[in-house]
């Protein structure tokens, strides 16, 4: 409100001014005398017309700043609940990875990027015996710990996702056989080292079985998962706990 005063008397003494300056050059040129009462009325009415006529208008455009001001933040935070929202539809409710949804989506923007790549299965081991002897919310404890250890043994650029109940899956991106075959291999060791001990139980072994299916030319992403899950069914009929690359042909165990 101050500074509101402060340009509206500014505003009222260059009227003021410009008025001396009108009535000392004008009236003269014309022949005319300026009295006592032509200063007079020469100061105040520049004075009663411009100081409220400029406080209004700078006080209106104050109005309008602020509003222009809280709209452009409510936009603003408006634009990150949605951008939060979006991600959190992406997501997996409780591990936090990418859902089945946005984890194929992904996959088929890939593919039309680069051939290279192998995508990974994986199924946790033996999951029913924890639900069924230990109950559901521990089954979901195990879920965390299990998506956290694929996470950490993957890279800042691959894809890892829930496909549902105790799969996962994790696409490699450009990636040889090999690197793949390094990091699948580390997800396996990963799962297997972490201590998830249940209150009265003790420790509870978590493993995994992993199949893998290696990126053909022109394959699509439906290819790719019906030939990764026939390779982690062969991982899970060979004795669980190992990564298969090629069919019968176990990578780890």
Same mark, same amino acid.
């Given at each position: ?121 994986? *199924? ?8 069924? &002897? ?5 089954? @979901? /404890?195990? +879920?965390? =710990? ?82 990764? *899950? ?8 060979? &004795? ?5 690359? @090629? /069919?019968? +042909?176990? =990578?780890?165990?």
């Amino acid at each position: 409100m101050q500074r509101i005063f402060l340009k509206s008397s500014l505003v009222a003494i260059g009227s003021v001014a410009a008025s001396l300056l009108i009535v000392v050059t004008v009236i003269p040129a014309l022949g005319g005398v300026v009295d006592g009462n032509a200063w007079l009325m020469t100061v105040l009415c520049p004075l009663a017309i411009s100081w409220p006529a400029s406080a209004f208008t700078f006080w209106q455009a104050d109005r309008l700043g602020r509003a222009h001001r809280a709209l452009s933040l409510a936009h603003a935070e408006l634009a990150d609940a949605h951008r939060q929202l979006s991600e959190r539809a992406r997501r997996d409710a409780m591990t936090g990875l990418l859902n089945r949804e946005s984890l194929f989506a992904e996959l088929d923007g890939t593919r039309g990027r680069s051939d290279r790549g192998v995508l990974l299965l994986i *199924d946790a081991d033996h999951f029913k015996k924890i639900n069924d &002897g230990f109950g559901h919310l521990v089954g @979901d /404890e195990a +879920l965390l =710990a299990i998506a956290a250890a694929i996470v950490r043994a993957v890279r800042g650029r691959d894809i890892v996702g829930r496909i549902g109940g105790e799969e996962f899956a994790a696409f490699v991106t450009d990636a040889t056989e090999h690197e793949a075959a390094t990091i699948a291999e580390q997800i396996r060791r990963e799962v297997e080292t972490v201590r998830f001990e249940v209150s009265g139980a003790g420790r509870i072994p978590l493993t995994v079985s992993i199949g893998a299916a290696i990126c053909a030319e022109e394959a699509s992403v439906s290819d790719l998962m019906r030939a990764a *899950d026939r390779r982690l069914y062969t991982a899970k009929r060979a &004795g669980r706990n190992r990564v298969i690359f @090629d /069919e019968g +042909l176990p =990578a780890a165990a």
